[in-house]
């Protein structure tokens, strides 16, 4: 019988995440203790003290929702909301505390964020923030913004898609891993080899039904369960000296790349490991966007099936200084251009810190993302500058592994349900459809210049 | 027209917000220079006392008096006055609606005229759009006042030439906001006020309550996917049906009221069971082309012959041919509402990601229209992010006829944008409400007047404008994109 994807969402609650945006101070001199606070605020920032009801307590400013009633009602201007330090500082640059308190909302509930009041952002950034998506006004039918979402298909298949058939008789099928949503796992997203942390990634894949990358150094024997679930990777250098790996059981097997090798070794590489296993996809981990004619020709005599394009925390290529949306079209067009984009699946990591960073990344060329940091955030990391998991502030390698697991599916649940928006506001029913698609989206550069460039044609905006 | 009352219209709030933090050290011996010297009126001593008062930070204009001769840090004999920004400024607001612009707002929706003081009104700090570009205009020379009042801002709702005529005295109508997203005295505040101006307010898709019965003649009701509270008699209430086919804010997903604000009264205007969340469709499930679109408009037009109809649409990459669409389906109103737009309740996803900001949309519509040669059958109004009198001629300068405002409305009610309109009892400043308690904090008529005087204030800074401009009527606006410049940024 045909059984519905559903993710199982149950809420948790982590200390750690607990950090409010806002601190009410109260000033003790000004203060009459008068209480009006207390009716105005409906939030329970402020109590009385439980001690003594003539004063007040101080005020919880965790609660706080930012409104200014208290403040703007107190008789005697003896409340002030400043900043909270803590959770400014939060994160950097790129993990911005705002999507770091979206993910730890989004772990803890497992629920697409709905907040009432229009955007408050800048009106644009830099990579994924300078693309918007489309969508349809007057659609076709069954298809149905918030009630129809069960129709729409998010899985994705990793490995070669057969070009023709040719003849019957000689039909040789692929090797095919269909995933029921575009998104893999990092294991071990900051190399902190925490067996913990990589046990409880690994059960969210295998729960979730997708693939879960694992450094063959990272691996030990009480993953052996969840064996089908992983993505086994190896550097290509180091792969003969390895035997007492459990090579026949993954679905998948990665090779990544050095910057300097022969294509023949890779070749002699692959070969031996088709004979462990026969089924299994082959991967290779890149980190430069401009393929070699080798690995072009690799794919079209369909010798791998997968390539994993990796950039690092902040989504910049690790060669070419290229941002992943700009990284992954470049690689998507390549092959598109020689006409083995078909024989190919591309999967990318680094900088999908986001739900729409998701569609938008699948959008540029990717059939599906890998999450890594944005995983750790959901354990209540904060992406401090120096990460020790010694000195771990959310102390995230202690978490209890069913508390971890859960978190992540939640996050999961709620990035895969706001796919689900993107594609319903779309009217795109399957999201193998969004691949590539590139006019279901607008890019600043483009959009600015089309719609502007006669307003500020003197200007130097555009030259 | 009839004369409007503007008059004087205190904030709610007991104390303001200011910029800038005023302190007394130690040092001071309450000699009550500061009190005299202030023009602000920042330190206070009663009669007969020695103490100076704590300074009223929130009247600060900051070290920008350093020149004049009152300025008391440095007159001050002992040292003891300490002026520095108020770290609360930063909690306040955001990218889009800047704190300068809530409080300058909330100034215009006290005294109805142009804000004073050096606080920004004209321009918020999302880097782009509306922020990046200003009008190529001299502002030094000085305006005689005659002139500038007999600039004419009005505008005519519709174009074509059947049809009623309605003719609005500022280029600007209030956005759809249901019933159960905000309360009804903030319903009632802005019905008021339309009325008092000639010009319109929209129900929004949860009905059309009866107390707005009053006011009917000013009150658009809308027809969206849920058909909540769409009744035969609520549509021949009405002078303009809207059709509303998305929302800026959540293109492509319909309408949400969390179940939270929900209220037995609510579901009853709704027809829908109370306390349940309530999602409107998406889309409208017998609209699948412009051909059934058009039969949508002729089943109204059966029902009350002598409405306009507008049509609401967000902004995806094809809003040009659904502009057009639009206009041969027989709408008199094309409604852009861009991706920035305001909303009781969406999925933050939604806000940034899908669709386009409104200032994209206007042009390309405008060009579409003038090159399919239809641009002066149809009124195109913009909305979704507005939120000054500058960007309602930004607007106009683009392309649009008119636009129509919604967030500043509330803001003009005492809205500090803290976003927590969607659910449990709603907006804790009693605006976005349907708790019984919370919703008194507003009262209708205090409510009306603060948008009143609002208004006052836009269409002033609009006169003003048109007259640096050179215009006597903002019709001449329309279009006139050689009048932009781009603002570098900063």
């Known amino acids: 019988m045909y059984k519905r994807y559903h993710i199982e969402t149950s809420p948790v609650k982590l200390p750690s995440t ?182 409880a990634i690994t059960r969210a894949a295998h729960q979730l039904g997708t693939l879960a990358f694992l450094d063959i150094k990272n691996y030990f024997e009480k993953l052996n369960p969840y064996l089908k679930s992983i993505a086994l990777r190896f550097p290509l250098e180091r792969v003969a000296h390895i035997n007492s790996v459990p090579w026949k059981n993954v679905n998948l097997i990665e090779i990544v790349l050095p910057e300097k090798f022969l294509i023949s070794d890779l070749e002699h590489v692959l070969k031996n490991l088709k004979k462990k296993n026969q089924t299994a996809l082959f991967s290779l981990g890149l980190t430069d966007p401009c393929l ?159 719609s502007f460039e006669f307003i500020f044609f003197e200007d130097s905006m555009f030259k | 027209m009839k004369n409007i009352e503007i008059k004087n219209s205190e904030s709610r709030f007991r104390s303001k917000i200011g910029k800038y933090r005023v302190t007394l050290n130690d040092k001071c011996f309450h000699c009550g220079l500061c009190v005299e010297l202030c023009p602000y009126g920042i330190f206070e001593r009663t009669e007969g006392f020695n103490f100076v008062f704590t300074p009223n930070s929130a009247l600060c204009e900051g070290p920008d008096c350093r020149e004049g001769s009152y300025y008391c840090t440095t007159k001050c004999p002992v040292e003891a006055i300490d002026i520095e920004p108020h770290p609360q400024w930063k909690t306040l607001g955001d990218f889009r609606w800047t704190p300068d612009l809530i409080i300058t707002t909330w100034e215009q929706a006290k005294t109805g005229e142009i804000p004073q003081g050096n606080l920004e009104y004209k321009i918020g700090a999302s880097g782009g759009g509306f922020d990046k570009f200003d009008f190529n205009i001299d502002t030094s020379s000085p305006t005689p006042s005659g002139e500038v009042d007999k600039i004419k801002t009005s505008i005519c709702l519709n174009r074509r030439s059947e049809g009623v005529s309605i003719e609005i005295p500022v280029p600007w109508y209030g956005a759809g906001m249901s019933f159960g997203s905000i309360s009804l005295p903030s319903m009632l505040s802005r019905a008021t006020s339309a009325k008092v101006w000639g010009t319109f307010t929209s129900t929004g898709e949860g009905g059309y309550p009866d107390e707005l019965n009053p006011y009917s003649d000013h009150v658009i009701t809308q027809i969206a996917t849920g058909l909540f509270g769409v009744r035969e008699e609520t549509i021949k209430k009405a002078r303009i049906i809207e059709f509303k086919y998305a929302q800026g804010a959540k293109p492509g997903l319909g309408g949400h009221l969390l179940g939270d604000k929900n209220t037995p009264a609510v579901a009853k205007k709704r027809g829908a069971v ?217």
């Not at chain 1, 001199?29 to 329970?44: A, H, K, V």
């Not at chain 1, 209890?400 to 990035?415: E, F, G, L, S, V």
């Not at chain 2, 089943?299 to 409405?307: G, L, Y």
Request: with cysteine.
């Open chain 1, 292 to 450: 070699s004619e080798g690995i072009f020709k690799l794919v079209q005599d369909s010798k791998v099936d997968i390539l994993n394009f990796y950039t690092d925390n902040h989504g910049q290529s690790l060669k070419g200084d290229l941002f992943i949306c700009k990284a992954i079209r470049k690689l998507h067009l390549d092959f598109v251009k020689s006409r083995i984009r078909d024989e190919i699946s591309i999967i990318g990591q680094g900088g999908i810190a986001a739900a729409e960073h998701v569609p938008k990344s699948i959008i540029c060329g990717i059939d599906a993302a890998v999450l890594d940091l944005s995983l750790l955030v959901a354990l209540g990391c904060r992406v401090c500058k120096d990460c020790l998991i010694k000195s771990c502030p959310a102390e995230i390698n202690k978490l209890d592994p069913k508390t971890a697991t859960q978190r992540i599916i939640n996050m999961i649940c709620a990035w895969r349900d706001q796919l689900l928006e993107i594609l319903s506001a779309m009217g795109i029913r399957d999201v193998r459809r969004l691949r590539g698609e590139v006019g279901r989206a607008m890019f600043y550069e483009e959009i600015e210049k089309e």
């Open chain 1, 18 to 199: 607990q950090v409010g945006k806002f601190v009410i101070i109260r000033h003790d001199e000004e203060c009459l203790n008068c209480g009006r606070c207390i009716s105005q605020c409906i939030y329970d920032v402020h109590k009385r003290d439980s001690n003594d009801s003539r004063k007040m307590a101080e005020p919880e400013s965790f609660f706080c929702k930012n409104c200014f009633s208290c403040i703007q009602n107190c008789p005697q201007q003896a409340l002030e909301m400043v900043k909270n330090k803590e959770s400014e500082n939060l994160g950097d640059t790129y993990w911005t505390p705002q999507i770091i308190h979206t993910i730890w909302n989004e772990a803890e509930e497992g629920k697409i964020p709905v907040f009432g009041a229009g955007y408050r952002g800048p009106f644009r950034g830099s990579g994924f923030d300078d693309i918007w998506t489309d969508m349809s006004e007057i659609v076709r039918p069954t298809r149905d913004g918030i009630h129809g979402r069960e129709y729409i298909a998010t899985s994705v298949d990793l490995g070669r898609k057969l070009p023709w058939i040719s003849d019957f008789k000689k039909l040789n099928m692929p090797n095919i891993c269909e995933i029921p949503i575009p998104i893999l796992l990092e294991t071990d997203p900051l190399e902190l080899n925490s067996k913990n942390i990589i046990l």
């Open chain 2, 274 to 490: 109370a306390w349940t969340s309530l999602f409107s469709p998406f889309p409208f499930h017998s609209v699948y082309s412009v051909e059934d679109h058009k039969k949508h408009i002729d089943w109204v037009k059966t029902i009350n012959p002598e409405a306009l109809i507008s049509v609401k649409v967000s902004t995806p990459s094809d809003v040009d041919m659904v502009a057009v669409g639009s206009y041969y389906a027989g709408a008199n109103i094309i409604n852009l509402d861009g991706g920035y737009g305001g909303t009781g309740a969406a999925p933050e996803i939604a806000k940034k990601n899908i669709a386009m900001p409104i200032e994209y949309a206007i042009t390309r519509v405008h060009r579409f229209l003038l090159e399919e040669g239809v641009r002066d059958k149809i009124v195109l109004l913009a909305s979704g992010g507005l939120r000054t009198a500058y960007d309602i001629a930004k607007s106009i300068a683009l392309g649009a006829d008119g636009v129509i405002m919604g967030t500043a409305e509330l803001v003009a009610l005492g809205c500090v944008r803290c976003g927590n309109c969607e659910s449990g009892r709603g907006c804790p400043r009693g605006i976005a409400t349907t708790d019984s308690e919370l919703k008194e904090q507003i009262d209708p008529s205090w409510g009306a007047q603060r948008i009143i005087n609002l208004y006052a204030a836009w269409q002033k800074q609009l006169k003003l404008l048109l007259y640096q401009l050179g215009m006597k009527d903002i019709k001449e606006l329309i279009g006139r994109t050689d009048l932009l410049r781009s603002i570098d940024e900063k």
